[in-house]
């Protein structure tokens, strides 16, 4: 029997194995340390909580409209209107069972079969493997050179006449690096000199550090029309498991990425209550879940200025620290060498039960990400464990 090829083009998601292994050490008794987390660690607001619960309890428990409530659609449509100064109508906007669903609609919407799509290393995990979905290709920008941001000169070099799409993430995962205003500029006078889409992953938009402002390549006047925004409620309200991702851009790209999603998927109608909720309720727990989160990467910053022989990018958003850690390749444990970010990891669940996501999966086999989304007594006993490993070599 055959499998389908598409299926030997794309690889497992990196975070999702290391996550795997954590569950399995904790259901054996083991005192794991995971900071694998891309969610945040807080409880859902308990506003939204109560819109999911009421929707319930109503019986509001069947399909709704394939690209989502309108009444949905509308908050959203206000939510841009609002937080970035972004006209939408309700047709330019497509609510979908997750971000992760919504950029796929996006990808395989945009790119086929002998397209080019840039995307931008270190990348979040599924970037590359939906590119691969669409059976396009993906065209990686190294950004390690250049303080993990792309320049102007490094875009205008990789773009070709097959260039279809961008694929941008800023706040990013995993690195955390922010693109000022004046950075973005100065790239998209690069994209307006092309004919190339823009997916805009801006998931963590409310996750800032340092006064740093978000802004959105689609606020470009000369790019509204080629930008699609990808948005959710799963890192700013906590409500990773809730499943409600949304997208906005130009109506033809909204109705290709509405009739991909048709046909396999539909955003849960109690979530989507739940997420009418999150837009148009109580703000407040947003600042407070971001004032936590900075306090957590001073903490880890100011912890690892005691180690000057550890690099590490310096997050102005979303909530990871990437490290590098290529000094220990080549040192062994156990009679095992240590020949990659794998084979450091695999040495940390061993050694220290302290579980963390590979870089390799990010597009940068140097690095591993640990996620700050975890309790201020985690974080330390993590960050002991982390010295503690690399001391032992």
Not at 162 to 185: H, K, Q, W
Not at 218 to 240: R, Y
Not at 328 to 335: H, N
Not at 347 to 376: C, K, M
Request: net charge negative; with cysteine.
């Amino acid at each position: 029997m055959r499998i389908a090829g598409r299926s030997k083009r794309i690889e497992k998601s990196e975070t999702l194995r290391v996550k795997e292994k954590a569950l399995q050490l904790k259901r054996q008794g083991v005192d794991v340390v995971d900071l694998t987390a891309g969610e945040p660690d807080f409880p859902t607001p308990a506003n939204v909580c109560e819109a999911g619960i009421t929707a319930i309890q109503d019986g509001f428990t069947r399909y709704t409209a394939n690209a989502g409530m309108p009444e949905l659609r509308q908050a959203i449509v206000e939510k841009f209107e609002k937080d970035n100064n972004l006209t939408y109508s309700t047709d330019q906007i497509i609510v979908s069972p997750g971000a992760k669903p919504a950029l796929t609609n996006a990808v395989l919407a945009l790119a086929e079969k002998g397209d080019d799509a840039i995307v931008i290393a270190p990348y979040w995990v599924s970037y590359v493997q939906q590119v691969r979905l669409a059976n396009a290709n993906p065209i990686i920008i190294d950004s390690s050179g250049t303080n993990f941001k792309i320049t102007p000169q490094d875009l205008e070099a990789h773009i070709t006449p097959n260039t279809r799409l961008i694929m941008f993430n800023s706040p990013s995962n995993p690195c955390g690096v922010v693109y000022s205003p004046d950075e973005l500029a100065s790239l998209a006078e690069v994209l307006e000199k092309h004919d190339i889409w823009i997916v805009s992953d801006e998931i963590y938009e409310k996750i800032l550090f340092d006064g740093c402002t978000h802004k959105s390549f689609a606020q470009f006047p000369n790019l509204f029309e080629k930008t699609i925004v990808i948005n959710g409620v799963s890192k700013a309200f906590s409500m990773t498991g809730w499943r409600i991702g949304y997208s906005a851009g130009p109506k033809e790209v909204i109705s290709a990425m509405g009739k991909i999603q048709s046909h396999y998927a539909m955003a849960p109608s109690i979530s989507q209550k739940a997420a009418l909720e999150a837009l148009t309720g109580d703000q407040g727990n947003i600042e407070k879940m971001r004032q936590t989160f900075e306090r957590r990467r001073d903490f880890l910053v100011k912890k690892l200025r005691d180690f000057p022989n550890i690099t590490y990018v310096y997050p102005q958003g979303a909530f990871y620290l990437f490290l590098d850690i290529s000094s220990a390749f080549g040192k062994k444990w156990s009679g095992k060498a240590i020949e990659d970010c794998l084979d450091f990891s695999e040495y940390l669940i061993e050694t220290q039960h302290l579980v963390v996501v590979p870089g390799s999966g990010f597009g940068s086999p140097n690095h591993i990400r640990l996620s700050f989304a975890a309790s201020d007594k985690e974080l330390d006993d993590g960050f002991t464990r982390l010295i503690r490993s690399l001391e032992s070599l």
